[in-house]
């Protein structure tokens, strides 16, 4: 994975896999502090506590597809070569919670991507979930909350592809106003 | 705290200078991203930003767009399937934008079975 915004979206789908209705997305920056922190929460089936244990073991998986499962060993992967580590907690139909730490400014971490698309693709792929983004950087912070964009659980205001694609510029826009401290 | 609200996205629409109907009825197309592991390492993201592009282009208001997981295929990722209502569904392979582009144009809209990209009839 070249972004880590992809491991994210990578999570997530597994979230929704596991049948989840709302899927919590943390990022947050503490430039100042060196470290980068991703919490991925859902609330699905969760996982069973064997399957917990050999976590980072590719070759553990609950798929049918296919016998191998990369999703968390990459991610674990990633945080682990920069100084940072994976946290996963799980209980039987409450959800998951998936946490990484990096060190921020570690040489070996992968850039954070384009967040903007990761959620408006979560979004739009899935119109039946819905997703609470909060992105900080140094203490501010930017919120999309799904359930507060759909006036009632009907509403397909977010499964318009030109609301998908101006929502996806303006979050972009507003991670940038972020980064360069201008909220 | 900067938020994003329901009215920031009523002005994201009225910005729009199509008028945007909401969607009823049956879709007559079904278009299927694969969102696994795999298909997200090989690009199935920027497969997912140029259909969402051509969708807004095109302001068809009977396709549907689903993100689904790995369908065990993953050496051939990432993988794309049109389903229309007229047509066998079609699974394509070694997506990228471009070719999102040209199935979109083609296959979706017009119903040409893009055989080039093609990996199977399902």
Redesign the interface.
């Known amino acids: 994975m070249r972004e880590l915004s992809l491991h994210i979206l990578d999570i997530a789908e597994n979230g929704i896999t596991a049948g989840a209705t709302c899927i919590h997305i943390l990022v947050d920056e503490a430039r100042s502090g060196n470290l980068l922190t991703l919490k991925i929460e859902d609330n699905g089936r969760g996982m069973p506590t064997d399957k917990l244990e050999k976590l980072k073991d590719p070759f553990v998986t609950s798929r049918t597809t296919r016998r191998v499962g990369l999703g968390l060993p990459l991610l674990a992967a990633a945080a682990e070569r920069c100084d940072g580590s994976i946290d996963v907690k799980t209980k039987p139909d409450i959800g998951t919670e998936v946490l990484a730490t990096f060190a921020y400014n570690h040489i070996d971490r992968a850039p954070i991507g384009d967040m903007a698309s990761t959620i408006t693709t979560l979004i739009l792929g899935n119109p039946k979930v819905d997703f609470v983004y909060t992105h900080i950087i140094d203490g501010n912070d930017f919120i999309l909350d799904t359930r507060e964009l759909r006036e009632d659980p009907d509403d397909l205001l977010l499964s318009d592809p030109m609301v998908i694609y101006h929502l996806t510029q303006s979050i972009r826009e507003r991670l940038s106003n972020l980064a360069t401290n201008q909220t | ?6 009215d ?2 009523k002005k ?2 009225e ?2 200078s ?1 008028a ?1 109907s ?2 009823h009825g049956d879709a007559n197309v079904k278009v299927t ?1 694969h ?4 298909g ?2 090989a690009g199935a ?1 920027e497969v ?2 140029a259909l ?2 051509e ?2 282009e ?2 068809r208001q009977d396709i ?4 689904s ?4 295929m ?1 050496s051939s990722e990432p993988n794309v399937t049109i389903e229309r209502q007229d047509g066998e569904p079609i699974v394509y392979q070694h997506m990228d934008s471009n070719r999102m582009r040209q199935v979109f144009k083609r296959h979706v809209l017009l119903g040409e079975v893009q055989t080039d990209f093609a990996l199977a009839k399902m």
Not at chain 2, 35 to 38: D, F, L, R, S, V
Not at chain 2, 64 to 67: G, L, M, Q, S
């Open positions: 705290m900067a938020k994003l609200t329901i920031d996205l994201i629409k910005q729009t199509k945007t909401l969607r991203v969102m696994g592991t795999c997200i390492a993201r997912m930003n969402m592009e969708m807004a095109a302001d549907r767009v689903v993100a997981g790995c369908m065990g993953c």
